[in-house]
């Protein structure tokens, strides 16, 4: 289903006060992750993708594929959403859910791609340009345009350039500006490299033996023109990047007991700080800059607030943090709490399931962040959006704050 109608053209809220709408995912399907764009977001389905009005809560455009998984993954620019399962992907219009191209896996023109792996997560990376791929071994990348009349580009990065052995390319993640691969050689070094995606030309590189930062964990997130190296769990991390130059922003971010890193955000980082006063557990969730000075701060009781370091949301003007129910004792309500004050302003009662305990196997930090953290809650163009999180069955529900 496609649409002709344009989204509300709404700002990012700076701060919420009410639930204003409840979005439906289909039955037969479920909500894996929500994907902000300029207008509103696409909704990741399980099988699909759904456009998503984030001002009023109704669906634009949706693309679902029968008896399939999907992957789905936003161009940087956030004009074209790609849909893939095996063997072929969909680029689609992100405001109107045309289709524009269809990629299908041909043995003979990608001689490095097997059948079950033409998927966004494991064949390439998806740019403003087109899609990025690698051969079979990892030694050369190749730009496919989404557009047939123009011409790609075929490049071997320098990934053994230190060292010896097979290269191989673990992650590779994209700007408008900047395609960085994350790679190593055969008993050799961990390195970021930096190509521009127009040409394929490596404009920078970094090695771990001249740096010391890397670590046995190649999970890298992209945050507007950042690099956050993710060995906490999703957007944690003390190593941050600026792709664009190819410099270090920071490689030694503070995470200790009792002052947490939280987040890490466009202009520095989240993090919060426990201490006792009268017997009683306080903390302060600080905004800071990546010279470590504190920008904004709120201070809230240890008291019902579920999981301290987990489930937040920072707005300009507020910050969010799911809380549990006095009553129920369970985990529904977003207390609103004003930057520079104590305690929260407003507290939204949530209409979902929110079963983030019990509902999961193993509760550690990432297991709590993947159920209702960067992806589940997020804030769009007219709305923020809380997925549900339910003790049974698939989250199909989404809720719009504003």
Request: glycine share 8%; aromatic share 8%.
């Amino acid at each position: 289903m496609t649409t002709d109608r344009q989204p509300s053209n709404l700002p990012v809220p700076s701060t919420v006060s009410e639930v204003s709408w409840i979005w439906e995912a289909p039955e037969d399907s479920r909500v894996e992750w929500v994907l902000p764009t300029s207008h509103g977001a696409v909704v990741h389905l399980g099988d699909g993708a759904i456009g998503l009005d984030t001002g009023s809560g109704e669906e634009l455009w949706r693309y679902r594929i029968d008896t399939s998984v999907a992957d789905v993954a936003l161009t940087p620019d956030g004009s074209r959403t790609v849909v893939s399962a095996y063997g072929w992907a969909a680029v689609l219009d992100t405001d109107t859910g045309e289709e524009e191209y269809v990629f299908r896996y041909n043995p003979e023109e990608n001689p490095g791609w097997r059948d079950d792996e033409l998927k966004i997560d494991t064949a390439g990376v998806v740019t403003d340009l087109g899609l990025v791929t690698t051969s079979g071994n990892g030694s050369s990348i190749s730009l496919t345009p989404w557009n047939e009349e123009e011409t790609g580009w075929t490049t071997e990065p320098s990934i053994c350039a230190t060292g010896s052995g097979e290269p191989k390319i673990h992650q590779g993640i994209a700007t408008s500006e900047r395609l960085t691969l994350i790679g190593s050689c055969t008993n050799s070094h961990h390195v970021l490299i930096g190509l521009d995606p127009k040409t394929g030309e490596e404009l920078w590189r970094l090695d771990s033996s001249e740096e010391g930062i890397y670590e046995e964990n190649y999970n890298y997130a992209v945050l507007d023109d950042m690099a956050v190296h993710q060995n906490i769990a999703p957007l944690r991390g003390t190593s941050v990047f600026d792709v664009n130059e190819g410099e270090i922003i920071s490689d030694d971010l503070p995470d200790e007991m009792h002052n947490r890193l939280l987040r890490i955000l466009p202009d520095g980082y989240l993090s919060v700080r426990t201490y006792e006063d009268d017997g009683e557990t306080f903390l302060d969730y600080e905004l800071r800059d990546f010279t470590d000075q504190v920008q904004k701060s709120i201070t809230a009781q240890d008291q019902n607030l579920g999981s301290p370091i987990n489930h937040f949301l920072s707005l300009d003007d507020s910050f969010l943090k799911l809380t549990l129910d006095e009553e129920t004792e369970e985990p529904r309500i977003i207390s609103v709490y004003d930057w520079g004050e104590t305690g929260p302003t407003t507290q939204i009662s949530l209409p979902v399931e929110m079963d983030i305990f019990s509902g999961l196997r193993n509760p550690g930090l990432v297991a709590l962040e993947l159920a209702v953290g960067p992806g589940r809650f997020e804030s769009a163009p007219g709305a923020v959006l809380v997925r549900e999180f339910p003790e049974k069955g698939y989250s199909q529900r989404i809720v719009g704050l504003s």
